[in-house]
Structures are given as structure tokens and as C-alpha cells.
């Protein structure tokens, strides 16, 4: 009886040989790639100019094409998709508590390769475009104000936040 576990027992490690044995293995690479730096800087700020009292309408409505529009340059790999983010004013103020409000705004990318696309800037959410073939994007910004016809005389400001990332 001891000579037949043993025997099975032999058979059993034998097996297990065998199949050790019939492996096979591989290799594997680790990669990265590292995308340049984002740049983005002001080009110019939006400035609507003076206006006379009395204005109730005024529009920055086709921004790439209008010279006092806001611009931002962006340099990033070329081609390369990234998210536009923004924290918009809802209004221009005098610091002293008058105010007017913005009721629209507008945008449009410039890249080559790409072309253009007009866009609506919104803190809602982001907007995703394409960096053009030679590694630049131009970010055009208007806006719409609701400006009373008593408007207060003074000079409004309001600040606008543009953050830019690899998609």
C-alpha cells in the first residue's frame, strides 16, 4: 500500500512539471508622453469705449472681427483638444454700486487647420476645441449690455477668467 502513494504521488509532481514546462512569457513597455506647457496670455481686453448718456443697447456681438472684442492667445501642442473654462461677470461695475449688466456674451476660436467656430461662453460648463497644426489658438470674447438710459456716469469694470486645459 506504501508503494502505491508513492507511486501516485511521483505521477502527480511529474504532471505539474509538464505543465510548467508549455509556458510561455512576454514583455511589456512602460510609456509616457510629455505634452508641452499650456500658455495663455491677454492679447487685449474687451473695451466697449465712451459712450454719451443715454445708450441703452450695446453689442460686442462678432467677436473676431470687432477690435474691441477680447482676445487670448493659447499655445499648446498642435492639434491637440482643450477644454475652455471661464468665470464671467454677470455685470460691469463702478466699484461705487452702479452697475450694468451683461445679458449675453459671445465667442469664437481661431486656429488654422481647425478654422473657425463660434461658441457661447458660460460658467455652466466648458468648451472643448482643437489647438491649430502650427500650436496656437486665438479665443475671441464679446458681450451684450443692458445699459439703463439714466446709466449712472462713471467707469465700469468687471473681471473675466479664462483657464485653459489638455483635454
Same mark, same amino acid.
Given at each position: 500500500?506504501?508503494?502505491?502513494?508513492?507511486t501516485?504521488?511521483?505521477?502527480?509532481?511529474?504532471?505539474?512539471?509538464?505543465?510548467?514546462r508549455?509556458?510561455?512569457?512576454?514583455?511589456?513597455?512602460?510609456?509616457?508622453?510629455?505634452?508641452?506647457?499650456?500658455?495663455?496670455?491677454?492679447?487685449r481686453?474687451?473695451?466697449?469705449?465712451?459712450?454719451?448718456?443715454g445708450?441703452?443697447?450695446?453689442?460686442?456681438?462678432?467677436?473676431?472681427?470687432d477690435?474691441? &472684442?477680447? *482676445?487670448v492667445?493659447?499655445?499648446?501642442?498642435?492639434?491637440? +483638444? #482643450?477644454? %475652455?473654462?471661464?468665470?464671467?461677470?454677470?455685470?460691469?461695475?463702478?466699484?461705487?454700486?452702479?452697475?450694468?449688466?451683461?445679458?449675453?456674451w459671445?465667442?469664437t476660436?481661431i486656429?488654422?487647420?481647425?478654422g473657425?467656430?463660434?461658441?457661447?461662453?458660460?460658467?455652466?460648463?466648458?468648451?472643448?476645441?482643437?489647438?491649430?497644426?502650427?500650436?496656437?489658438?486665438?479665443?475671441?470674447?464679446g458681450?451684450?449690455?443692458?445699459?439703463d &438710459?439714466? *446709466?449712472?456716469?462713471?467707469?465700469?469694470?468687471?473681471?473675466? +477668467? #479664462?483657464? %485653459?486645459?489638455?483635454?
Amino acid at each position: 500500500m506504501n508503494l502505491r502513494s508513492t507511486t501516485l504521488a511521483l505521477a502527480l509532481v511529474g504532471g505539474l512539471a509538464s505543465v510548467v514546462r508549455a509556458q510561455n512569457g512576454t514583455s511589456l513597455t512602460a510609456t509616457i508622453t510629455i505634452q508641452p506647457s499650456i500658455s495663455v496670455s491677454t492679447v487685449r481686453n474687451m473695451d466697449f469705449g465712451i459712450m454719451s448718456q443715454g445708450i441703452t443697447d450695446l453689442s460686442i456681438s462678432d467677436p473676431a472681427n470687432d477690435p474691441r &472684442s477680447a *482676445q487670448v492667445h493659447v499655445s499648446a501642442r498642435a492639434l491637440n +483638444l #482643450v477644454t %475652455v473654462g471661464f468665470v464671467l461677470p454677470a455685470d460691469l461695475s463702478d466699484g461705487a454700486g452702479h452697475t450694468i449688466p451683461i445679458t449675453e456674451w459671445f465667442g469664437t476660436f481661431i486656429a488654422i487647420g481647425p478654422g473657425n467656430t463660434a461658441f457661447t461662453p458660460s460658467m455652466a460648463g466648458r468648451t472643448t476645441t482643437q489647438i491649430g497644426n502650427d500650436g496656437n489658438l486665438e479665443l475671441f470674447l464679446g458681450s451684450h449690455l443692458g445699459i439703463d &438710459s439714466n *446709466q449712472f456716469p462713471a467707469t465700469y469694470t468687471g473681471v473675466i +477668467l #479664462v483657464d %485653459v486645459f489638455y483635454f
